[in-house]
């Protein structure tokens, strides 16, 4: 698995001096509340909440929050070696990075998310014909996308680099239990839904740890043990599935593994969420 290791979106060494080459602004994508915009030819994104929060501390919070939480997802990703989050950093509104982008975006008045050092090609508009995705990368990313309990999986919130490598942007909605496999888009993809598992994977799933260790910054202390202790069990009910249905792999399409497992889950999930 190593050479899926590497981040191939590469992280910016330094951030401030890129920013403060960027000339001009547009903007690329845009939420119910947040908006996307392209940094000059870096190549770079900020995400930021529509209109002003002076005056909304609850809304501030809850927006700060969610932007965290996604850089917190590719920390994750990087730390676990699956490289399927785009770098994504989460900038305090007083650090010397932020000084550099509030020139740029005059209204900008909370803290931002930057994420991806160049424009990764949105998935969607490039039409599935013409993309060669590397389906083993994506299977991948439903494993991650599973541990992490991501919840936003739509077809606009994956990226696609060069190499057909697919990255999951927009992570504020995660961290909840494990999920069933079939709310990722890609799982309805023809090609994805034959292909058999990846031989060496399951091993490599089996022997991830299931502590996750990350420095609390800014975020409540509260909320980062119950962010570690809801992945943690994730993994291990993961491990758990994986383990009673891992000698059949040969005969099983990803597909049919991921519903095995599924049902493995189910049970643990509607009680997870009949206590909600
Ligand atoms: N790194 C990126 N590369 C290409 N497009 C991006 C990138 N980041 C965001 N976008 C575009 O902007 C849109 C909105 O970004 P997203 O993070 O999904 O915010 P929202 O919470 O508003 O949905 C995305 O659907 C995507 O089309
Ligand atoms: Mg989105």
């Known amino acids: 698995m190593s050479e899926n290791n590497i981040n191939e979106t590469s992280e ?40 002003s929060l002076i005056g909304m501390p609850e809304r501030r919070k809850r927006i700060v929050k969610s932007m965290w939480k996604d850089s917190l997802m590719y920390e994750m990703s990087e730390m676990w070696g699956f490289g399927v989050v785009p770098f994504t950093k989460f900038i305090d509104s007083r650090s010397s990075e932020y000084e550099c982008i509030e020139f740029i975006i005059e209204s900008l008045d909370l803290d931002v998310v930057v994420r991806e050092a160049f424009l990764l090609q949105r998935y969607v508009e490039m039409g599935e014909k013409d993309v060669s995705l590397d389906l083993a990368h994506a299977q991948k990313a439903i494993f991650f996308n599973l541990i992490t309990g991501r919840g936003d999986q739509i077809k606009v919130n994956s990226v696609i680099n060069p190499k057909g490598k697919i990255f999951e942007i927009d992570n504020e909605i995660s961290f909840h239990g494990l999920r069933g496999a079939d709310g990722h888009w890609i799982m309805t993809h023809s090609d994805f839904k034959k292909r058999p598992i990846e031989s060496n994977l399951v091993e490599w799933v089996l022997g991830l740890p299931e502590e996750i260790q990350f420095e609390p910054n800014g ?28 000698g059949k792999r040969g005969e099983m399409s990803f597909r049919e593994f991921m519903t095995a497992i599924d049902v493995l889950t189910r049970d643990e999930r509607n009680r997870a969420r009949k206590k909600r």
């Open 219 to 246: 975020m409540d202390p509260i909320e980062i043990i119950a962010i570690q202790n809801q992945v943690r069990s994730n993994v291990l009910q993961l491990k758990a599935a994986i383990d009673q249905v891992k």
């Open 12 to 51: 910016i060494p330094d951030l401030v001096s890129h920013l403060s080459e960027v000339k001009n602004v547009r903007k690329i994508g845009s939420g119910s509340s947040r908006t996307v915009y392209l940094l000059g030819e870096l190549g770079l994104c900020v995400k930021v909440g529509h209109g």
